[in-house]
């Protein structure tokens, strides 16, 4: 599977931005798509993830309540919906896939990756 993520830049604090992920060639049966985070000099973050077959979602806590993710099927597509953004949240994100419906938050149990997109959020 190839995955292709795009909608990052630069937004001031409480702003919104809207991330996309594209999912194409070979996808697996059931499978899960995930948005992790990172900022320079730290680890890569979960953020959340989705269950493509039935919508099911997982969200870090720093991210509840602001972050939204989706699916649209039809363009098999994953969206990251992210409100009242702060500047903690500044960050290449990447979208991520892997195969069944475990909601995993280690980086490590995902095989596709996208190329990041960099969210900045100003002060």
């Keep these: 599977v190839q995955l292709q993520a795009s909608g990052g830049g630069l937004v001031q604090t409480g702003g919104s931005l809207r991330l996309s992920c594209l ?17 320079p000099g730290n680890e890569r973050e979960f953020v959340t993830a989705i269950r493509w077959s039935d ?3 997982d969200y870090a806590d720093s991210v509840k309540g ?12 994953a969206n990251l919906q992210m409100n009242s953004l702060k500047p903690e949240d500044t960050a290449t994100y990447y979208c991520a896939a892997r195969p069944g419906t475990v909601l995993s938050t280690f980086a490590g149990a ?3 990756w996208g190329q990041g997109t960099l969210v900045t959020v100003s002060s």
């Design 23 to 39: 999912a194409s060639g070979r996808t697996f049966g059931d499978y899960t798509m995930a948005w992790f985070r990172q900022a």
């Design 55 to 57: 919508g099911t979602t």
């Design 66 to 77: 602001r972050f939204t993710i989706s699916r649209d099927n039809a363009k098999n597509t």
């Design 110 to 112: 995902y095989v596709g």
